[in-house]
């Protein structure tokens, strides 16, 4: 049905502390999917096994069609990405902005000057001032112009609106969609800004100790899980169990019990044919889903 | 474009229900008239905070009713609905809407005259404000 632009399969990397993987993921060409989890889930080092920038253990990885374990494989997909890092580069520092959109625009056939000056007048940002002069907002910004400016079919954004304002990061919300109008553009994001998920995000794909925790639609997955209100009678929690995708159950005082389902309608459906009166109902928080998860892997 | 949709987080009616119902509505009440060119999917999707999956499949269902119209490569446009179709929509929604707010008082154990009371009151309610605003508009 739809197409994939990234494949990883039984991909490993192996840290003395940590562990990676396998990770066997694929994400769909056209959308915006948002890597969301924890700080040292492995968000970050995952963008740099897609990006050869760290080589992986075991396990193959195909980006845009090319598989990524050769030079001519690397270099024919990483024409058509663009990355932004999670870390603007120390090494940098000396550079004005103007001099790194040159050494870009070197690599880059695809590069669109009018494009490019558009964005940073949009930010506000000039290219002339010494990249380790620049505010970590501005720096920011003018990497995310730097980043779009070649106008490619892939974005792998790590934590984008890190120390962006609300109203550059509203900018900068306009700016990707705007970005997705195009067809066949395709946006991979990290981020643990639950509100930017929701803006922006298609799938989900939930990352928590090196693990992948699932994939999911987004507004599917929100309105699956839901939290139930109900007061407490005999035997409640044996009676419970039988709740269609029961997750959690505990008490939350004066009686009551809230508990967790994540096929919300198959229970709400049971709990009025059990005769359950509902006392309240409420959709689960993105992070408070990924809390659970998390709970019944570990 | 923005298109007077609200989304009711609380509830547990499926997203793409509720954005299908309204829209629909807005399109049968004639508050979006013929030829109106929609927001594109992605934009509408940020509006309401949904995935394009969603207002993809609202777009392609009232697509298949005969509500909506896509050019290719200009957009999803509203199209010509003619008057008996206008009258058999337009309760529709209310329908949908009256069956939601029965929904809501059930969950409470209303009796059925108490959900009576309430509907009369709240009809009276409503005809002894002079209406503004939304009317204004039209």
């Known amino acids: 049905m739809t197409d994939t632009i990234i494949q990883l399969e039984q ?17 769909p060409k056209g959308y915006i999917s948002a890597i969301v989890g924890p700080n040292g889930s492995g968000k970050s080092s995952t963008f740099q096994l897609l990006l050869r920038q760290i080589m992986p253990d075991s396990g193959t990885i195909t980006l845009l069609g090319e598989r990524v374990d050769d030079e001519r494989g690397e270099l024919a997909a990483k024409k058509k990405i663009g990355y932004l890092p999670e870390e603007a580069s120390s090494q940098e520092n000396w550079m004005r902005g103007k001099d790194k959109a040159d050494f870009v ?14 964005l940073l007048r949009l930010f506000e940002v000039n290219d002339n001032m010494k990249l380790g002069k620049l505010s970590k907002g501005l720096r920011r910004k003018l990497d995310l112009a730097i980043t779009l400016a070649h106008s490619p079919e892939l974005l792998l954004l790590d934590e984008p609106s890190s120390g962006l304002d609300p109203i550059s990061w509203k900018k900068m919300l306009y700016v990707l969609q705007q970005y997705m109008e195009e067809d066949n553009r395709t946006i991979v994001m990290a981020t643990h800004i639950m509100d930017e998920v929701k803006r922006l995000a298609d799938y989900i794909i939930f990352m928590a100790n090196g693990r992948l925790l699932g994939v999911y639609e987004k507004d599917e997955l929100l309105g699956n899980w839901h939290a139930f209100f109900l007061k407490e009678q005999d035997e409640s929690e044996l009676r419970l169990r039988q709740l269609p995708g029961m997750e959690r159950l505990e008490a939350v005082g004066g009686g009551f019990l809230r508990v ?6 198959a229970a709400e459906q049971w709990l009025i044919a059990e005769g359950w009166s509902i006392n309240g109902q409420q959709p689960l928080e993105m992070d408070d889903i990924l809390e659970v998860l998390m709970a019944i892997s570990r | 474009m923005w298109i007077p949709i609200q989304i009711n987080e609380m509830s547990a009616e499926p997203l793409y229900h509720q954005i299908t119902v309204q829209l629909r509505a807005l399109i049968v009440s004639g508050q979006l008239e013929e030829g109106t060119l929609l927001p594109s999917i992605r934009e509408l999707a940020q509006q309401l905070k949904c995935s394009i999956i969603t207002i993809r499949r609202v777009y392609q269902d009232l697509e298949v009713q005969g509500l909506l119209r896509t050019r290719q490569g200009t957009g999803t446009y509203v199209a010509r609905v003619d008057e008996q179709e206008r009258s058999r929509h337009r309760l529709q929604s209310v329908v949908t809407a009256f069956e939601a707010a029965v929904d809501a008082a059930l969950r409470v154990q209303c009796t059925s005259e108490e959900m009576e009371t309430i509907l009369r009151e709240v009809i009276a309610a409503r005809q002894s404000k002079p209406t503004e605003g939304r009317e204004a508009d039209r």
């Not at chain 1, 967790?260 to 309608?265: F, G, K, L, N, V």
Request: charged fraction near 25%; charge should be neutral.
């Open chain 1, 105 to 118: 625009r070197y690599w880059y056939p695809s590069w669109n000057v009018n494009r490019y000056n558009e």
């Open chain 1, 260 to 265: 967790i389902s994540s096929e919300a309608r």
């Open chain 1, 11 to 27: 991909v490993v990397l192996e840290r003395e502390h940590f562990r990676l993987g396998p990770l066997q993921l694929e994400i």
